[in-house]
């Protein structure tokens, strides 16, 4: 990272900063001015300081409930993938599927969540099931219509080029569906989080999070249901700056104007960097990018 | 005679609403620069699909060095108004995507690349992503994937169309010395007529829908050509003599 980088960075940095101490003071505020009880709302310091005595308790859950997060995600995001790579190499997939994967949103995921432990029980995979459900719906939509957006002209430029389908499609259209991948990702992340929550709300044999804030909540323990909500929103929103992070380091082009990995003649063509120029470094060809001089 | 480079022999392509194009006979031989220029709407691109393999023409045949490649694809290079480069591949990764969707891309191949594009004035952008490119800089970067193909034919469909005018013509200069170089064979549709004489040897008129050959126009100007050859008596003679052409099918089109 270079020194305007980490400027840039740090300045992002500082402001979210900012943001969450303006949205603890807007809190604060309000509590003040509604002349709020505690136990109707506490201030954020009691939730964050509740978290904070009580981690050794909170741990264990939180790290049920991110497995969850995170494995549902996973599986959701691969399969919302296939199913986007299925229905747009074969339109008649396309036809039978798509209905289906709309209905499938139209169900009310928390209606839904009560029969799916009937027929699963009680344990890990209702939970995933709902996770997933959540997830691969944005990032199916989405790299199909990445797919299908495409221009025709490119297409027929790879046929002249004489291309064979295989090739065609790892050089062509697998590569263009990462922009929207990470735009049906950064979605799914945020989602994925509630998923889980719904999920061990019915289903759960497991402690999490989800079960945690339900007892808290019917024991009136107002600071803890607080401090859970706080935990769950730092999962949420780190799940989607963990896929602004991959999508930043997979789709490098649409930051950079140069690749990292370079390619140069014997030397005489070096430009910038001050690296000692390689004979031949072969240049990244699809967005891999370990390479020396990185 | 030696067997034309290219040789378009009695094409016709027909599609639901009739004729696009009706009894084409063109010949380019090697190393010839011809330009087709005609109405919208006459057929010239449905010619180059035809030629590249992309569409069966509805009649006659498209041969190679007299071999019949008809329908068969992989044979030319071809350049459209759309740079048409892949945002995820740099310079030289774009200009290789032949070799890659051929087969697999060697160092050689990336190698030629670097020092194709570094002699034609990309040196400074090997590794640059096309985001970073002008339009004309982008527009010399597909020609150089057109070149990287080691097929010397080459079908350049109004590739420098979406280009201001000063843009233009330095690619049309820029474009005669990388010709004059390589020695390419080239077949090159354009709506300028001034941009058609300047380049090539010849020109070929088109009347409007079906397009036909209405005239074939040599261009004597001998080469290499400069900014000065814009403004001859002779250039000026010659677009006369198409514009004429053109204008002519233009009107008894709407006459009829």
Redesign the interface.
């Known amino acids: 990272m270079n020194r305007n980088a980490l400027r840039t960075w740090s300045a992002n940095l500082g402001l979210a900063v900012l943001a969450v101490a303006l949205l603890f003071g807007i809190w604060n505020a309000v509590i003040l001015i509604g002349n709020l009880k505690p136990y109707v709302l506490p201030t954020p310091q009691s939730a964050v300081s509740q978290v904070i005595d009580n981690w050794h308790t909170l741990q264990p859950l939180t790290w049920q409930t991110v497995k969850e997060t995170v494995e549902g995600f996973f599986i959701g995001a691969i399969v919302g993938f296939v199913l986007a790579i299925l229905m747009s190499a074969y339109k008649p997939v396309q036809r039978l599927i798509y209905p289906v994967l709309i209905t499938s949103q139209a169900v009310p995921i928390v209606a839904i969540a009560a029969p799916l432990v009937i027929i699963f029980g009680f344990g890990m995979l209702p939970k995933l099931l709902i996770v997933t459900w959540i997830v691969f719906f944005p990032v199916a939509v989405n790299v199909l219509d990445g797919l299908a957006h495409i221009d025709a002209d490119l297409i027929n430029l790879s046929h002249v080029l004489g291309a064979t389908r295989t090739r065609e499609f790892v050089h062509i259209r697998l590569p263009a569906t990462l922009t929207p991948l990470f735009s049906g990702l950064k979605i799914g992340a945020t989602y994925a989080v509630t998923g889980a929550v719904i999920g061990e709300w019915t289903a759960s044999a497991n402690q999490g999070l989800g079960t945690y804030l339900l007892s808290a909540n019917s024991s009136l323990n107002v600071p803890a249901v607080f401090g859970a909500v706080m935990l769950l929103t730092v999962i949420g929103v780190a799940s989607f700056v963990l896929v602004g992070v991959a999508e930043g380091l997979t789709t490098p082009w649409r930051r950079r104007s140069t690749a990292r990995r370079r390619i140069r003649l014997s030397g005489d063509l070096t430009s910038g960097g001050g690296e000692e120029p390689t004979p031949l470094a072969l240049s990244s060809t699809s967005g891999s990018m370990k390479g020396p001089q990185q | 005679m030696a067997e034309p480079r290219l040789r378009i022999d009695d094409v016709s392509c027909a599609f639901d609403h009739g004729n696009v194009i009706e009894s084409i006979d063109l010949d380019v031989g090697r190393g010839e620069f011809v330009s087709i220029v005609g109405p919208s709407g006459s057929g010239k691109s449905t010619l180059f ?1 035809i030629v ?3 569409i069966r023409p509805t009649a006659g045949r498209v041969l190679l060095d007299g071999q019949d490649v008809t329908g068969e ?2 044979h ?3 350049m ?1 108004q ?1 740079d ?1 480069l ?5 310079v ?2 774009n200009i290789v ?2 070799a ?3 087969g697999s ?1 060697k ?1 050689a191949d ?2 030629r690349a ?2 194709l594009a ?1 002699r034609y004035g990309l ?2 952008f ?4 096309p ?2 490119l002008s339009g004309g800089m982008r527009q010399r970067v597909a020609f150089m994937r057109t070149l990287a ?1 080691e097929s010397d034919l080459l079908l350049l469909d109004e590739p420098f169309g979406a280009l201001d005018a000063q843009t233009r013509l330095e690619m049309q200069m820029w474009l005669l010395s990388v010709c004059q170089d390589v020695g390419a064979t080239i077949l090159f549709i354009t709506h300028d007529v001034d941009e058609a004489i300047f380049l090539s040897d010849r020109v070929v008129v088109f009347t409007g829908r079906p397009g036909r050959i209405a005239a074939d126009l040599p261009i004597r100007t001998p080469r290499p050509r400069g900014l000065d050859d814009l403004t001859t008596p002779e250039f000026i003679e010659r677009k006369r003599e198409a514009l004429a052409l053109l204008h002519r099918h233009e009107y008894t089109r709407t006459e009829a």
């Open positions: 699909n590249s393999g992309l694809r992989g030319v290079g071809y459209l759309k048409l892949l945002p995820w591949r740099t030289v990764g995507l032949g890659a969707l051929r891309v160092r990336r190698v670097a020092e570094t040196g400074e090997l590794n640059h992503y985001r970073a193909l």
